[in-house]
């Protein structure tokens, strides 16, 4: 397991399987939650996750995926699309400061 600060966040990527639907809202929420940070937010494949990434939030069913493409990155796994409490500490560690564990 690794963990960031959320000071230390600067790029977000929300990894899904198919690229489409709930996993892009996902995104767009994020992105509009952390506007006022200088935080970036995408949206990739999981098999394609970003070397630049420093948090990937992706479903549980992926998490393994995510964490063998991209060992070294801090994987947060949520169960529910919007209002999931992991994907709420993410946001709240950028906003207020906080560890990141994933």
């Known amino acids: 397991m690794s963990t960031i600060q959320g000071s230390d966040i600067q790029k977000i990527v929300v990894a899904c399987d198919a690229g489409m639907g709930s996993s892009v809202m996902l995104a767009s929420q994020l992105?509009?939650?952390?506007?006022k940070h200088s935080v970036t937010v995408e949206h990739t494949p999981v098999d394609h996750i970003p070397a630049d990434a420093d948090v990937v939030v992706?479903?549980?069913?992926?998490?393994?995926?995510?964490?063998?493409?991209?060992?070294?990155?801090?994987?947060?796994?949520?169960?529910?699309?919007?209002?999931?409490?992991?994907?709420?500490?993410?946001?709240?560690?950028?906003?207020?400061?906080?560890?990141?564990?994933?």
Not at 62 to 72: D, I, M, S, V
Request: glycine content about 10%; proline content about 6%; charged content about 20%.
């Open 31 to 35: 992105r509009k939650q952390l506007s």
């Open 58 to 102: 992706v479903h549980t069913g992926l998490a393994a995926r995510a964490r063998a493409n991209a060992p070294e990155k801090v994987i947060v796994p949520f169960q529910v699309f919007i209002g999931d409490p992991a994907v709420a500490k993410v946001v709240a560690a950028v906003k207020n400061g906080g560890a990141v564990d994933g």
